[in-house]
């Protein structure tokens, strides 16, 4: 257990419709990251916040959204969402020093768009 | 050119076979670099983490990293089939600076 949370676990919806997943960090981590996965394809970075501010954006659509709260906790908002957005969506977090510079995965929310 | 880059395989090998993954990469700027297992469907799980050149023994897995070549490896001897996974290195600059994962390594161990 990596101690990253993340729900829901699976999510099926309808095109053009919005989901929220919602990220939990390690305890004491300050920087959260979003990644999708495609079937059979490598992580795509899509966004990460530091702190409850935006660090970097990545491959991010303008259709996705995020936002890290006070609490630490993220959230991503998808809408108008296509069947190519069917993927694996990951959480991931850091506490951001140089003794921990790595980071470590949720298990994953599986979006299926129909 | 892609920063980092990975043999996507598919690799497979006999049970207790030695196992050599590797991925290069372009920035010689890349200070940290780790080594992910992933299941099928199950998120990346943190295996090796190492700082700058050098080896990095942890039980049956050996990271290396010869940055003048910019190229890392990871070794795993005594393979067993629990190790059939993909395998995904990553590497970044600094602390607060984005990761940079490869492509993943589709391994199977045949018992």
């Known amino acids: 257990d990596s101690g990253v949370t993340q729900t829901p676990k699976h999510l099926i919806t309808a095109t053009g419709q919005r989901v929220t997943l919602r990220c939990s960090p390690r305890?004491?981590?300050?920087?959260v990251y979003w990644y999708q996965q495609s079937l059979d394809q490598g992580l795509q970075f899509l966004i990460q916040?530091?702190?409850?501010?935006?660090?970097a954006k990545g491959n991010i659509l303008e259709r996705f959204s995020a936002q890290q709260f006070p609490d630490l906790h993220s959230e991503l908002n998808l809408s108008s969402l296509e069947l190519g957005d069917s993927a694996l969506y990951f959480c991931?977090?850091?506490?951001?020093?140089?003794?921990?510079?790595?980071?470590?995965f949720g298990e994953g929310s599986w979006l299926t768009v129909v | 050119q892609k920063e980092v880059e990975q043999d996507p395989g598919p690799l497979s090998v006999p049970e207790g076979a030695i196992v050599s993954l590797n991925c290069t990469y372009s920035?010689?700027?890349?200070?940290?670099f780790m080594w992910y297992r992933q299941y099928s469907r199950k998120g990346p799980e943190l295996l090796m983490y190492?700082?700058?050149?050098g080896n990095k023994e942890d039980g049956r897995f050996t990271a290396q990293v010869d940055k003048s070549s910019k190229y890392i490896s990871l070794f795993i001897r005594d393979s067993q089939p629990s190790d059939s996974a993909t395998y995904l290195c990553?590497?970044?600059?600094?602390?607060?600076?984005?990761?940079?994962f490869g492509t993943g390594t589709s391994l199977t161990v045949i018992p």
């Open positions: 920035n010689s700027a890349f200070q940290y």
């Open positions: 991931a977090s850091s506490v951001e020093s140089i003794s921990g510079n790595t980071i470590y």
């Open positions: 305890s004491g981590d300050l920087s």
């Open positions: 990553a590497m970044r600059v600094n602390t607060g600076n984005q990761f940079y």
């Open positions: 190492t700082y700058s050149s």
């Open positions: 916040y530091y702190n409850g501010e935006e660090r």
